[in-house]
């Protein structure tokens, strides 16, 4: 399951930050993704809403800021794939 | 469709396009980055090739002379961000104080559609207070502010500038779907990708129409299409298309809208496989159709081919395959023209018929053509008679006279111990007008405020309406025995981009140096991805470039020979 979360995250930041899908992984971050700014900040956040049906909190918002703290956070809100 | 999903169509589309580019240029109070690829998207998905630019944050005055050369403007003007927090200032200011306020922006208004009178095609959004008036029945101030500027945009609106109902986008989608206030308090954002999906896609048939790829004909298919029955097996008088049977009068609704897009210039067409004497006699004496041999250009009434019908349609007619929309009950031959003529666009009547007179009003943006009326061309002779009126009694002539109107005020700050922590962030926070993009610590900071050989200055600017807090910020050291300084950093918040701060700013630097026996100030431009902006601020401050590489700039300037722009309209105060 946490693969194909990961799989849709990177899709998603691939098309946010335009670079190929295969740049991404755990530690991607705005410290190794250059294009990762706040407005894109801003874009990546309402995509991963739309892409998993959620709404982040502000708190939310300020701390994801690298791959695995976006996996963390999506999986706790997505019901079906805690267990 | 998914906004991840339109970025990455976006992106694919923009290498294959091969049109022209039709350039966009959005001015904006807020932040509307979101629009640029759903905006561009929506355009080349029709084959024009849209690039949209974003002028910089609050600064639709300035960029209104910048971005003139575009070929469409579209003007995002928040009500209540014309000046910081309006929503909740304006309530408590007195009367003289909103007039103030009403006249500024009445005045800016003037100013930026005169500066675009040559552009072809300027969207200005209708002011709206809906975002902060909730069902509060009692009309809050900034409801007043709203209406009155609406009112006096609606009476001097020039030919080339087209209102947009910003509210029935909003009501759309509801407005609960449109805020997304997460963004406001902290960058400015107000609005959610859902808004600007349905914004984008309002405004869609103004800029197609600009293209001149505006749908020129609309043919319908007969059975089911334009009547409820198959005329060949129900008969002339049980085919229904009056408003007396529930399924007729969806029907009646449909040719009356077709009668009414005749009116407007659109060409109407039928299409059908049925006998051809069945057809006319409907056409000639059937009492409900409201569709005559006058509004019909064209029809193709036979038993062939439709794919073929319909090319002889746009032939005879003398339009594109692409200038056609048709209309069809049958899946079969809708996807049959879809992927033999994909040029053409098709409609397929739902299958919920009541679905369908909606359906047909939502694309009737398709036909959407603005060419001017003889009613616009009179409003365009009343702008220019009024603007001549005006001139006596502008309120600025050129930018430095809208600069001078604000009353601008730069306060300088000079190693000033209280205000570390906001130094600090600016350093790791500025990318654009930021020169070296140094970040710094508050202990760094510090530092340099406690060493001798350096200075650090910040500055606040404020105009007549507000202030900015420290939003600028330089630090240059001196070397003595040398008689050197080196600027070490230098930078501004985009907030108070457009106001020419960073020349006065410049000048009271230099001036400090010149004042310690300095005689050469060296600076650098460190090129990094965001900061295209300043690439040659030093040269236009008379620098001199020394050496430059793909990375850094170096510069080097003579104190002695530095001419300063000596800017009338800022007041430079020194605080320490």
């Not at chain 1, 995509?47 to 909190?57: A, C, D, K």
């Not at chain 2, 970025?7 to 589309?13: R, V």
Request: proline share 2%.
């Amino acid at each position: 399951m946490k693969n194909k979360i990961e799989e849709r995250i990177k899709n998603v930041m691939s098309a946010v930050f335009e670079i190929a899908v295969d740049k991404f992984d755990e530690d991607s971050s705005p410290d190794n993704i250059e294009s990762w700014g706040s407005l894109n900040h801003m874009k990546l956040i309402v995509s991963l809403e739309e892409e998993f049906n959620v709404q982040f909190t502000d708190d939310d918002i300020t701390e994801l800021i690298n791959m695995k703290l976006i996996i963390a956070v999506l999986l706790e809100k997505l019901p079906v794939y805690r267990s | 469709m998914k906004y991840s999903k339109i970025l990455k169509l976006n992106k694919e589309l923009e290498h294959t396009i091969q049109s022209d580019q039709y350039n966009i240029n959005i001015l904006s109070n807020i932040i509307v980055h979101q629009l640029k690829e759903l905006l561009e998207f929506n355009l080349r998905d029709k084959d024009i090739n849209a690039l949209v630019g974003i002028g910089d944050y609050d600064n639709i005055v300035q960029d209104s002379i910048k971005f003139k050369e575009s070929n469409a403007i579209i003007i995002f003007w928040e009500l209540c961000n014309i000046i910081d927090g309006l929503q909740y200032k304006i309530e408590l200011l007195n009367r003289d104080r909103f007039n103030e306020i009403l006249k500024k922006t009445k005045n800016e208004i003037d100013f930026v559609l005169r500066n675009l009178q040559k552009t072809s095609l300027v969207l200005i959004n209708k002011f709206t207070a809906h975002s902060f008036s909730s069902l509060n029945i009692r009309k809050n101030k900034l409801e007043e502010l709203a209406d009155q500027l609406n009112q006096y945009i609606k009476k001097k609106i020039p030919a080339n500038v087209r209102v947009v109902e910003l509210e029935k986008v909003i009501a759309n989608i509801g407005l609960e779907k449109s805020l997304d206030l997460r963004y406001f308090y902290s960058s400015k954002a107000l609005y959610t990708v859902d808004f600007f999906k349905a914004y984008a896609e309002y405004i869609k048939p103004l800029l197609i129409s600009a293209n001149g790829k505006a749908k020129k004909a609309l043919i319908f298919d007969c059975d089911n299409t334009l009547w409820k029955g198959i005329l060949g097996e129900d008969g002339f008088d049980n085919i229904e298309m009056s408003s007396r049977t529930k399924d007729g009068a969806i029907f009646a609704e449909i040719q009356a809208m077709a009668l009414a897009l005749n009116k407007q210039g659109v060409l109407i067409g039928l299409c059908s496989k049925n006998n051809p004497e069945d057809v006319d006699e409907v056409i000639k004496s059937h009492s409900d159709m409201q569709l005559s041999s006058e509004h019909i250009a064209i029809n193709k009434i036979n038993w062939s081919d439709k794919v073929n019908n319909l090319k002889e349609i746009a032939e005879e007619l003398n339009i594109g395959l692409d200038s056609l929309v048709f209309i069809d009950d049958s899946s079969f031959e809708v996807n049959l023209i879809k992927e033999q003529q994909p040029e053409i666009t098709v409609l397929q009547v739902p299958k919920e018929l009541h679905e369908y007179p909606k359906m047909l009003r939502e694309n009737i943006g398709l036909f959407y053509n603005f060419s001017f009326t003889a009613e616009d061309r009179k409003k365009t002779e009343m702008y220019n008679q009024q603007a001549k009126r005006e001139v006596v009694k502008r309120e600025f002539i050129d930018i430095g006279d809208y600069l001078a109107s604000l009353e601008l005020k730069m306060i300088i700050l000079k190693n000033d111990q209280s205000i570390i922590p906001r130094i600090s962030q600016l350093s790791q926070k500025t990318n654009q007008f930021n020169l070296t993009t140094k970040r710094y610590t508050e202990g760094d900071i510090d530092n340099f405020i406690n060493d001798p050989s350096s200075t650090v200055y910040g500055f606040s600017v404020s105009d007549k309406f507000g202030d900015s807090g420290v939003t600028g910020l330089s630090i240059v050291t001196v070397n003595q025995t040398t008689e050197t300084a080196e600027i070490d950093s230098f930078l501004m918040s985009c907030r108070v981009i457009g106001r020419n701060v960073e020349y006065a700013f410049l000048d009271y630097i230099i001036q400090q140096i010149k004042e310690k026996k300095i005689t050469v100030l060296n600076a650098k431009y460190n090129k990094t991805q965001k900061n295209e902006l300043v690439k040659e601020f030093y040269d236009k401050c008379s620098f001199i470039l020394t050496k430059s590489t793909d990375s850094v700039r170096h510069y080097k300037l003579d104190i002695n020979n530095y001419e300063p722009n000596r800017l009338k309209y800022i007041e430079i105060v020194d605080e320490k």
